[in-house]
């Protein structure tokens, strides 16, 4: 089979597509055909080795995907060849094929396209944790959004419509700032305009935001944070900027706001009933079709690095897609 190797950690360009074996099925696992894999931000960090965590040398990227079993272990009854499922793992879903644990995999609902459910499970469980188990977001109360059109934050408008707040969707271009808009986003702000503050005053009323979803950080997130509403909670979920911002502890007392730290890869094992909890309440809004997966450009297998580049540039509109023929 073919997948992409990470063999050094080194720039996209370091990186190419190699023929690899067949991975066998250990008991209680499942091998996959995989039909579409995500490619996020923090991919893009793993191969360059820039995450907080290091992959073992050489690893096959991608933490997402949506495929068909293709086999199963004699001891694993929920997965029969030729069903639709979509998984998420800590590496792999760069290849033609992968084997996982059957824990590892959820059905993919009927009708949900295999780029949709790749681009699923990582930001929507993300934006879900966030904005219910973390700052336990209200009806009725006002969501900012920062990198709105991103992946994560689109996930993030759509979510807060769901559960019944008004939406501002902050981006810095107007092709990204209409995303969002079109998604749900109640309003949206020119976060690179130097007056941004004053129309985030006004589109809250004076109050300011009383959640802030943030995977942004740098200036705008200690402006964002000035901004907030009283006893606002703003979410602290990456840094795509590339700038960990510093906050006086003075901004927290005086606001009587909370800072919540955002974390996917730790809630499985940390908070195992939240996960089930919010997992089961996705899928639920997925098969019913209250919740539509935002699929972005999506690109072919032997063009991964187009993925990868546009991720990094920060110019992708929803979650990247590679497709597998």
């Not at 959004?145 to 992946?151: D, F, H, K, Q, R």
């Not at 689109?154 to 998604?183: C, D, H, N, W």
């Not at 109050?207 to 200690?222: K, R, S, T, W, Y």
């Not at 006086?248 to 606001?255: E, M, Q, R, T, V």
Request: glycine share 12%; net charge positive.
């Amino acid at each position: 089979m073919k997948a992409v190797v990470v063999e050094n950690y080194d720039s996209i360009d370091g990186i190419s597509i190699k023929e690899m074996a067949m991975p066998d099925i250990p008991p209680g696992g499942v091998r996959v055909r995989i039909g579409a894999a995500a490619i996020g931000f923090v991919d893009g960090l793993k191969v360059q080795g820039l995450y907080q965590t290091k992959d073992p040398l050489p690893f096959v990227p991608g933490t997402e995907f949506a495929g068909v079993v293709d086999g199963a272990a004699g001891d694993v009854a929920a997965f029969k060849p030729g069903m639709p499922v979509v998984g998420m793992v800590r590496s792999g879903a760069l290849a033609e094929y992968i084997c996982v644990p059957s824990a590892a995999l959820k059905h993919l609902p009927p009708k949900i396209a295999f780029e949709a459910g790749a681009s699923f499970q990582a930001n929507y469980l993300t934006g879900l944790y966030a904005l219910d188990a973390r700052a336990e977001l209200r009806k009725g109360e006002t969501l900012l959004v920062l990198g709105a059109a991103g992946g994560v934050g689109i996930a993030a408008v759509q979510l807060g419509k769901l559960m019944g707040a008004k939406v501002i969707a902050a981006a810095s271009t107007p092709e990204k700032r209409q995303f969002a808009k079109g998604y749900g986003a109640d309003e949206t702000i020119d976060y690179t305009k130097a007056d941004w503050r004053e129309t985030l005053k006004t589109l809250t009323g004076g109050n300011g935001p009383d959640v802030i979803f943030d995977p942004v950080g740098g200036e705008v997130a200690l402006q964002a944070f000035r901004s907030i509403a009283w006893r606002g909670r703003h979410l602290v979920v990456g840094f795509a900027s590339g700038t960990i911002p510093a906050l006086a502890f003075n901004l927290p007392l005086l606001k009587g706001g909370a800072l919540l730290g955002v974390d996917l890869a730790q809630i499985q094992k940390r908070e195992p009933e939240t996960h089930t909890r919010l997992i089961a309440q996705l899928f639920d809004w997925l098969a019913s079709g209250q919740l539509s997966p935002v699929v972005g450009k999506v690109v072919p297998f032997e063009n991964f690095r187009v993925a990868f580049k546009t991720m990094q540039s920060r110019s992708a509109l929803g979650k990247m897609i590679v497709k597998f023929a």
